[in-house]
């Protein structure tokens, strides 16, 4: 099946840094990807869908001049939290669409987080 | 919007016992359902899923069916193992959204030997 990747799948940082997490789809042509944060014991809130060679969508409440995201190719998106604070601590889920084949193939492939601790 | 709500947890249950987890979505569109599940310390799995109404999910003895009239996507397994406990998600994907998946809140199983 469609892997996805996320890297690092953990980092701690000081509060005031940057921080880039990448999402990458190892097998497949990912147009879209989209990335969500989970807080412990919470579901997966959406953030942001990447569109590759465009501007990201941002949900609404989410600062898009905090959360840099970069769609640069067809198998790689990456989000990068600005100038990261204690508040932003959080597990950050990436996933990816496969665009191949017919319009009604929807199916999303999740990476496996990366958790992210400011301190 | 687009919205799922799931039954709160969390739920436990004997090895063995029958398991339903309540789900009910709201959508502009024609969506997809799902159910995922995530294992202690680990990421999001796709568990089952249907694209229309009528459509049966299945998959590791869990299944739910795609309910237009009632609007609902319920998971169920007839006899649940320790291995299952985990916290399940219900989601929708709509195309009229861009296909974004809405998750709804997530119910925690835990399953006693």
């Known amino acids: 099946g469609a892997v996805v990747s996320q890297h690092p799948s953990w980092v701690i940082c000081k509060s005031g840094t940057s921080v880039k997490i990448e999402c990458r789809s190892l097998?497949?042509?990912?147009?879209?990807m989209f990335w969500y944060r989970q807080f412990p014991k919470q579901s997966l809130m959406l953030m942001a869908t990447s569109n590759e060679g465009s501007k990201a969508t941002y949900e609404q409440g989410v600062e898009k001049d905090k959360f840099l995201i970069n769609h640069a190719s067809l198998t790689l998106s990456t989000l990068t939290v600005t100038s990261a604070h204690p508040e932003d601590s959080s597990f950050y889920i990436c996933?990816?669409?496969?665009?191949?084949?017919?319009?009604?193939?929807?199916?999303?492939?999740f990476g496996p987080g990366t958790r992210l601790t400011v301190l | 919007g687009d919205s799922v709500t799931q039954m709160e947890g969390p739920v436990t249950l004997s090895e063995e016992a029958f398991l339903t987890i309540n789900c009910t979505y709201t959508?502009?569109?024609?969506?997809?359902l799902f159910w995922y599940v995530q294992y202690p310390g680990e990421g999001l799995q796709l568990l089952l899923k249907?694209?229309?109404?009528?459509d049966k999910g299945s998959n590791k003895g869990f299944e739910a069916t795609y309910r237009k009239e009632t609007t609902s996507f319920h998971l169920e397994k007839g006899s649940v193992q320790v291995s299952d406990s985990a916290v399940y998600f219900c989601a929708l994907s709509d195309d009229t959204g861009g296909f974004k998946t809405i998750f709804g809140a997530g119910t925690r199983l835990f399953v006693k030997a």
């Open positions: 959508a502009t569109g024609y969506p997809s």
């Open positions: 097998d497949f042509q990912a147009t879209t």
């Open positions: 996933s990816a669409r496969d665009t191949r084949g017919l319009r009604f193939t929807d199916t999303q492939y």
């Open positions: 249907a694209t229309k109404a009528d």
